[in-house]
């Protein structure tokens, strides 16, 4: 959360209030720690251990109990179970050691959170997108809609193979601008491979 004016009163003080409603239909309140760091401009959030995915409103109480007003729209979180995200499919499986192909990626629980949270992560390197942006406006990620079984799907544009060489890299998905506990657990092979040369026609 960012303003101004934020005072820590003391370790463990400081609350961030999640309120909202789960996927599940429940209404939910819930408490975490809030570190108010020394600009007194900005104050980290823990995200809450026990609530349930869904959208949350943050307040900040930074005597543990009286909210601090918000004079602009809520601040809203989207929590989410990372065991839910995965991916299980890369279309194409490879590219050319140059990179730039767009690879359609397929998997479960996919989500668009915001500019710049959206990445693919190509061996530990995050390329990102996401806000809406597209790859004509520079995105390295986007968010399409739904197939009609609810299989999630991502644009991702291949960068350069890591050293120029062939081989196979892990290519996964971050919702969370490439954090690496934001990351899926599952990956996939993706192959890179030299151009290709055609040096005869027969018949």
Aim: glycine share 14%; proline share 7%; charged share 10%.
């Amino acid at each position: 959360l960012t303003g101004e004016g934020f005072v820590d009163l003391g370790a463990g003080v400081a609350q961030c209030v999640y309120t909202g409603k789960a996927d599940t239909g429940e209404a939910v309140a819930v408490t975490a720690d809030a570190d108010v760091q020394p600009s007194g401009t900005e104050v980290v959030c823990a995200a809450p251990a026990a609530a349930a995915a869904g959208d949350y409103v943050v307040t900040l109480a930074l005597n543990g109990r009286d909210a601090v007003p918000a004079f602009f729209d809520d601040a809203v979180v989207r929590l989410y179970d990372p065991a839910g995200v995965a991916v299980t499919r890369a279309d194409p499986p490879g590219a050319p050691l140059a990179g730039g192909a767009v690879v359609t990626v397929q998997g479960t629980g996919f989500v668009d959170l915001g500019e710049g949270q959206l990445c693919c992560v190509w061996d530990g390197m995050a390329q990102c997108g996401g806000g809406g942006a597209s790859l004509a406006q520079g995105a390295q990620a986007v968010l399409l809609d739904a197939l009609d079984d609810g299989t999630s799907r991502v644009l991702c544009v291949a960068p350069p193979a890591p050293g120029g060489v062939p081989g196979a890299v892990a290519l996964a998905l971050s919702l969370n601008a490439g954090t690496g506990t934001s990351t899926t657990a599952t990956s996939l092979p993706f192959v890179y491979h030299a151009p290709p040369t055609v040096t005869a026609v027969s018949p």
